[in-house]
């Protein structure tokens, strides 16, 4: 009962961003105000997991700001180097960010549609490295060689841009430049690293009546989306774009292109209402998100066994009780929703997206299906059970539901077409609709 009271208080304290068509002047510093009392709410909450977090020092001070690591300085050279190939001149490749770098970061964020204040954050810098490395390695190939011949190395990142929405690029017509040499790729962007540490098990001792190859219980670290993706993408480019409906020979690939597609919609969707919530850090809004994550524990606990309608069912009743309006829900799920992808925090996600199917977002439910599909946030599922999901968001949409994260025709019918038999039989039970306490 305890903890049922505990979870209501910090869904009631947390949940409280304001969707992008309601935000007010006036309302803001009552906004902040609840924001700030769910802060220190969830940091009582998450004080047992302080020791296994990595903590970001602040850079409060011009001491601290001069002396940068070798590692970060190198990173730091990688985004000079490519923001210098694609057309936004920051000068010298040193590694010392300064007025030059924050303004091509600046232009960098205007062209791709992020909020153009020079600040480069984890997902923008993963995408502009990324973007660079397959400009190096395929630039040269179909069709790139001529988006390239015919708008230049920033039309090219558009492009990149373009696919990871959704919008399929073609053989345009026009000049083909010859074949050249594979240029050599950049070294590999650094993966992000998890804010947990995944605690060591116990190794069991060696039974000594049976020699041979000595056994090991290595424990196995969480799955990380955003490592998934970038090998995704990189696969994505080699074959020429993203699969089409009527091209699906590899069912699992073209669902984790359609996975990494709405991944990048979540994110952009997430950044977009962020931007219109007052005086609210990144950090803040994180710690806002662990506490969402942390009330909806027991709701993703065990996932992988639970049908879709039953997880729906008793997450709809919990956040019925909470009291909150459905369009906080929505815009908080949201929020967190790309949060979770932009952090690399699989399990945000997965809560996050949970919850806007409970709230009768069923579109949403396509994100639970990856997750349960990859192992993302959860324990690996079986395709079927994965489909479960993927049917409740088909279903929905073909009712005329409410379309998420870029979800549109094409998208549709890749994915019916990859989950295809897995999905077939299952059928989509009606689930309850949420409703409000009034």
Same mark, same amino acid.
């Given at each position: ?313 008793? %997450? ?26 932009? %952090? ?95």
């Amino acid at each position: 009962m305890f903890a049922k009271k505990m979870g209501l208080s910090l869904v009631s304290a947390s949940l409280v961003f304001v969707p992008v068509e309601r935000v007010q002047a006036g309302d803001a510093a009552a906004a902040l105000g609840g924001m700030l009392l769910g802060g220190i709410i969830v940091n009582e909450v998450h004080k047992n997991k302080q020791r296994q977090r990595v903590v970001r020092s602040p850079r409060t001070s011009t001491r601290s700001r001069a002396h940068v690591s070798s590692a970060q300085r190198q990173q730091n050279r990688q985004v000079q180097s490519a923001l210098n190939y694609f057309g936004y001149n920051v000068g010298a490749v040193d590694g010392s960010i300064g007025r030059n770098t924050r303004a091509g970061v600046a232009r960098y964020q205007g062209d791709m549609g992020y909020n153009a204040d020079g600040y480069i954050d984890d997902y923008e810098r993963d995408f502009l490295l990324n973007s660079h490395q397959r400009a190096l390695a395929s630039a040269h190939m179909a069709p790139y060689n001529a988006i390239l011949a015919s708008q230049g190395q920033r039309g090219l990142l558009r492009t990149y841009r373009n696919e990871q929405l959704g919008i399929p690029t073609v053989n345009a017509p026009g000049p083909q430049m010859a074949a050249a040499p594979a240029a050599p790729v950049a070294a590999p962007v650094p993966a992000l690293v998890p804010e947990t540490e995944p605690e060591a098990d116990t190794v069991p001792a060696l039974a000594a009546a049976e020699p041979g190859l000595p056994t090991f219980n290595f424990s196995q670290p969480a799955r990380s989306v955003s490592d998934h993706c970038n090998e995704i993408n990189v696969l994505t480019a080699s074959n020429g774009g993203i699969t089409q409906a009527a091209a699906v020979s590899d069912a699992a690939f073209a669902l984790g292109e359609q996975f990494c597609l709405a991944r990048a919609h979540a994110i952009f969707e997430s950044k977009q209402i962020v931007a219109t919530i007052p005086d609210m850090t990144d950090a803040q809004i994180k710690t806002q998100c662990d506490g969402l994550t942390q009330s909806m524990n027991s709701h993703i606990w065990g996932l992988e066994n639970k049908s879709p309608q039953a997880v729906i069912s008793e %997450t709809s009743e919990f956040l019925r009780e909470s009291g909150q309006p459905v369009d906080q829900l929505v815009s908080t799920g949201k929020v967190c929703l790309g949060t979770g992808y932009r %952090t690399d925090d699989a399990k945000m996600a997965l809560a996050s997206a949970v919850l806007l199917s409970s709230v009768g977002q069923l579109g949403y439910a396509e994100a639970v299906s990856h997750h349960l599909r990859g192992g993302f946030g959860t324990a690996k599922a079986s395709d079927r059970q994965a489909a479960g999901w993927m049917t409740q968001a088909l279903k929905a949409l073909d009712d005329g539901g409410v379309m998420a994260m870029g979800q549109s025709p094409d998208r549709i019918a890749v994915l019916a077409a990859a989950t295809g038999d897995d999905a077939a039989g299952k059928g989509a039970a009606a689930v309850p609709v949420f409703m409000t306490n009034k």
